[in-house]
């Protein structure tokens, strides 16, 4: 018989971007959350979800960029990238000229795949990776590392 070990997984929904990072930031919450981080939890999101876990996230509802919860340093997501999301591209990159910004399209994630340090895109669209410049897409089934500039 063979018994896998249970991973654990705390996902974080869409809704009001500034409001969730504002309610996680130095939270109870968000302390439990490092922590079972730290002991091998998967984090995840998806919209505002995924926008507060970086360093930095566009808060749309004040059109500004406010520190994120820091788990992903230096980027910035871009959710519903294959509609709106994309919009903010240009002022993000010069507003985060350092960051890489990560515009994912609907119905599309990027799962880092842990020791090669590299992300994967799963789903119907892509991931756009914007680092200064440079733009790349990548598609389904196509990965990705974060520190690299794109092609």
Excluded at 31 to 37: D, F, P, S, T, V
Excluded at 113 to 138: C, K, N
């Amino acid at each position: 018989m063979l018994i896998a070990h249970p991973r654990r997984l705390i996902y974080l929904l869409g809704g009001f971007t500034h409001y969730l990072g504002q309610t996680l930031a130095a939270s109870a919450a968000w302390e439990a959350i490092l922590a079972a981080y730290r002991e091998g939890t998967v984090v995840a999101g998806s919209s505002a979800g995924a926008m507060v876990l970086c360093e930095h996230y566009y808060d749309p509802g004040g059109a500004r960029v406010v520190a994120g919860l820091g788990l992903l340093s230096r980027a910035c997501v871009l959710p519903h990238h294959n509609t709106f999301g994309k919009n903010w591209a240009p002022r993000l990159a010069g507003l985060l000229p350092d960051h890489l910004l990560l515009g994912i399209g609907e119905s599309t994630g990027i799962p880092d795949d842990g020791p090669a340090q590299l992300w994967t895109v799963h789903g119907q669209g892509t991931v756009t990776v914007y680092r200064g410049s440079q733009r790349a897409v990548i598609r389904s089934g196509e990965s990705f590392p974060l520190e690299e500039t794109p092609r």
